[in-house]
């Protein structure tokens, strides 16, 4: 009876429900969604069933209707008035005062000194165009040395392609390697491909310190030693190369340095024995999975952040995408795809004549980073303290709360307090925006719109329709931007009636219109495969690059080697840690909502069951995790599922400033994380950190 009565009520709710298409930002892999609206309130929101993502969400998405209504949102532009006091000021004063600003930081130091930094980026191809081309600087940049660096210099090297998707459904083996596909789920059609492609019969190698969600659903789990799957990668090239199991005619016609890489793993003694000794796999497993895996087709290796958490992970991360070029099978039914994108087009063109040549260079370059495919973040305290390699003296962070999320917070605090000019744009009073000047409320994806690429595997494009109107004052970022636009002389660039007037220029090249794309929510393409056998790799040579030319121009090794990782735990600091994410929050953004809060309400540090018997700790008790830096204290969860000298701290709670109710809930752990950045990639090092533990109270 009761569950006939909240039918009714639900089916009620939506009559007359109108529905626009959006598109879920909790999290980088922005699901196409459907938003049902009635009276100006959300009443019911689902995946886009026809798009690739095929209907499904995640948990975080499918609470983030909280969102739309959620009190403690940034309501209006503030501005700080001091040491942690912010005055509620009108977009007109907020625009001005920063537009001032930005005009006297371009005449003392040039506009270098500003950059503008984004995580996941809604709408920032406006802020890119404005700051970029009109004001004049080069460094408009993303979060990435933050997360997948190293994977996506690897993919970009080796591969051409700056993000391989997976078609995991038709694999038949699949082996992961610092990738947790069904805990912190990326493409949800991957992650559902990939529980088919199991329940078919696939065989799924989980390579991972910790007994992960995805490690649940493998065939095998490997526990390896931290940072050492550099070894396991090159004892399997190793044995690929002696037993000659390669797919030579694609090897000879499609890959570089292929006989260069056959004899640097010999002639380097990359043997399973050696291997062995370091990743704590046995060599007769490795043998087996090398042969595994060069037998079985389709056949496929991944990695994400797990590698490139250490110092040696760039290396590890090219040999993941060098085994599957190995075998010849990338960009196959069954394996990595090197997706095209949709033919989208800048919402608005800046003429030539209204355009400023910046008289730097990128700051990544400046830093000595050419090859860094985003900007070593970890060295921005550097550039605005020290004014190395140029000084930084004004900082825009868009959707992205660094001051929480890298490491060495103290440091980062400090920088983020010496600048001219701070501009936090977010949905929520971040600790970063606790930090800056100036606090500007962004319009959330259900009050905002956008066409961007989707992540599918055809080329996708996706459409975010406002479903709501503007909450308080919050703006969406192309009418921040159009407002700075105004104020510094380039508002008649910067002009238009409604969004849609950009969003047909975006489209423009799209065989479809926007009344249809504003129904349907997306357009696809068509999904090919092998598109190398017409256009070739997007490498220097063309081809895929067992050895490169890009690290060899910059006087890198050509070649990938096995290094240690920096930081290796010692008789003071006996424990490694290492990062993992909740299934049910995505890293800082999603702690406020009472519904995630209310499953997961607060972090954890895992640790072995042995480990734990030795130290007297119990599950549940309090731990005090202590670095040569800094020491926090911490939930313990003491399980069977990790390996032992392992301490896993689950990312996210922990918040300080915040004004939300994930106020002082649960651990924050990046003060005690050093400075670790890779040489190459500018990656950041999160796992390069050793630490003791001992029990506080039961
Ligand atoms: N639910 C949820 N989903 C998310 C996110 C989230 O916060 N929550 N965040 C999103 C973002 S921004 C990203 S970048 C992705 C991240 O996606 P992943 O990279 O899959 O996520 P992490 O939890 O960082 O996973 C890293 C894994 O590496 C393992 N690991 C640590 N050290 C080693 C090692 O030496 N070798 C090996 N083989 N493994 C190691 C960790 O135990 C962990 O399981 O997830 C995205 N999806
Ligand atoms: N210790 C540790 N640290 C980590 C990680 C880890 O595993 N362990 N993971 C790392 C990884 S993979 C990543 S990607 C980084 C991510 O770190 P960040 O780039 O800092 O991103 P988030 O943590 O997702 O924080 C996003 C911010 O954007 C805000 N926001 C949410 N939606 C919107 C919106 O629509 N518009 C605007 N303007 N703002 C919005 C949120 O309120 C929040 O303040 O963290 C890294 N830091
Ligand atoms: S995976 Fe979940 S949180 Fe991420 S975009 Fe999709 S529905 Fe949203
Ligand atoms: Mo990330």
Not at 115 to 130: I, K, R
Not at 282 to 301: G, N, Q, V
Not at 406 to 413: G, I, K, Q, S
Not at 545 to 551: H, T, W
Request: hydrophobic residues 40%.
């Amino acid at each position: 009876m009761k569950e006939t009565a909240g039918t009714t009520e639900a089916l009620e709710r939506l009559r007359d429900a109108e529905m626009t298409p959006g598109i879920c930002y909790v999290c980088p892999w922005t699901c196409p969604t459907e938003v049902y609206t009635r009276k100006g309130e959300i009443v019911y929101v689902r995946g886009n069933t026809r798009a690739s993502t095929k209907g499904s969400r995640c948990v975080k998405g499918e609470a983030s209707h909280v969102l739309a209504k959620d009190d403690n949102r940034l309501k209006h532009p503030m501005r700080r008035v001091g040491p942690s006091r912010f005055e509620r000021i009108t977009w007109d004063e907020a625009l001005t005062q920063i537009a001032r600003k930005l005009t006297g930081i371009k005449a003392t130091y040039g506009p270098e000194a500003v950059a503008y930094l984004w995580h996941v980026d809604p709408n920032s191809v406006f802020a890119q165009l404005f700051l970029t081309e009109c004001y004049g600087t080069p460094n408009y940049y993303g979060h990435t040395s933050a997360c997948e660096q190293d994977r996506r210099l690897a993919a970009l090297t080796v591969l051409g392609h700056v993000f391989p998707v997976h078609d995991y459904e038709n694999a038949k083996f699949i082996m992961l390697l610092g990738i947790n596909m069904l805990g912190a789920n990326q493409n949800l059609f991957e992650s559902r491909g990939l529980l088919a492609a199991v329940a078919k019969g696939a065989r799924l190698v989980v390579v991972d310190p910790a007994f992960t969600a995805t490690a649940e659903k493998a065939s095998e789990w490997i526990p390896i030693a931290p940072g050492t799957d550099g070894a396991l990668l090159f004892a399997m090239a190793h044995v690929i190369v002696q037993d000659k199991l390669y797919d030579e005619a694609f090897c000879r016609q499609w890959t570089h340095g292929f006989d260069e890489f056959c004899r640097h793993v010999v002639a380097r003694g990359y043997t399973p024995e050696w291997a062995a000794g370091i990743t704590d796999v046995p060599a007769d497993k490795i043998r087996r999975l090398a042969r595994e895996f060069a037998t079985t087709r389709p056949a496929m290796l991944e990695t994400f952040k797990g590698l490139g958490n250490y110092a040696n992970g760039l290396d590890a991360s090219r040999v993941v995408y060098i085994l599957d070029a190995l075998t010849g099978q990338v960009d196959g039914p069954g394996n990595l795809i090197l997706k095209d994108w949709a033919p989208l087009q800048p919402p608005l063109t800046i003429p030539e004549a209204r355009k400023t040549k910046p008289g730097k260079p990128p700051l990544h370059v400046a830093m000595g980073y050419p090859l860094a495919p985003d900007l070593p973040t970890q060295l921005l305290p550097k550039a605005i303290l020290e004014g190395t390699p140029y000084p930084v003296k004004a900082l825009f962070f868009q959707c992205t709360n660094p001051v929480m999320s890298e490491p060495n917070t103290a440091l980062y605090r400090k920088a983020v307090q010496a600048l001219e000019l701070s501009v936090a744009i977010d949905t929520y009073f971040s600790e970063t925006a606790a930090e800056c000047e100036f606090v500007l409320p962004e319009a959330s994806f259900y009050e905002r719109a956008e066409i961007r690429q989707s992540l599918a595997m055809p080329p996708e494009a996706i459409i975010c329709v406002p479903a709501l109107a503007a909450y308080h004052e919050a703006r969406p970022v192309y009418d921040i931007v159009r407002g700075l636009a105004e104020k510094m002389g380039y508002g008649d660039l910067f002009r238009w009636n409604s969004w849609e007037e950009w969003g047909r220029r975006i489209i423009k090249d799209l065989p479809t219109d926007l009344d249809t794309l504003k129904k349907t929510g997306f357009w696809s393409g068509e999904l090919t495969y092998h598109k190398y056998t017409r256009t070739g790799f997007a490498t220097p040579t063309g081809k895929i690059e067992l050895m490169s030319e890009a690290f060899a121009k910059h006087g890198y090794n050509a070649l990938p080697e096995y290094r240690d990782r920096q930081v290796i735990p010692d008789e003071a600091y006996p424990f490694q840690l290492i990062n993992s994410k909740f299934e049910m929050h995505c890293n800082l953004t999603t702690q406020n909502n009472p519904i995630l809060l209310r499953i997961r309400g607060e972090n954890w540090a895992e640790l072995n069951t042995s480990d734990a018997a030795r130290l007297g700790i119990r599950d549940g008790d309090r731990i005090e995790v202590a670095s040569p830096q800094a020491a926090v204290t911490i939930k313990a969860k003491v399980r069977a599922g990790i390996r032992p000298g392992v301490v896993c701290v689950r990312h996210g709670h922990g918040f300080g400033h915040w004004q939300g109710i994930a106020k002082g809930r649960g651990t924050h752990i990046n003060p005690i994380l050093g400075t670790n950045v890779n040489p190459i990639s500018g990656g950041i090092g999160y796992n390069e950190c050793k630490v003791r533990i001992r029990k506080v109270s039961g």
